[in-house]
């Protein structure tokens, strides 16, 4: 049942569980029964799989670190200079225009 507004009915927002509306209807996932079942697995099963996964992950080196947070921290000091003087740049000129001193 859709509530009826000003602009005609309204959207059904929610419907099985999925988002869509009456006019598109939502994308059925191909192979997925309707009710989604979370695979049961005992708590050492699952930090096998978190140990199996973090040892595929390509870790930077500590150089790689370092030269990254070097660049991350001169970007923080350019961009604090930069507003910094369109800040006062944007104040005098506002002054001049106001005939604030």
Known sequence: MTARGPLGPAPRIFQDGRFGCAAHPPARLIGTPKASVMAKSNPF???QDVRTEASK???PSRRETLITTGLVLLMVVVSSLFFFFTDTI???TLGLILGAR
Do not use: N
């Open 45 to 47: 099963s699952f930090l």
């Open 57 to 59: 992950v390509t870790w």
């Open 90 to 92: 944007i104040r005098w």
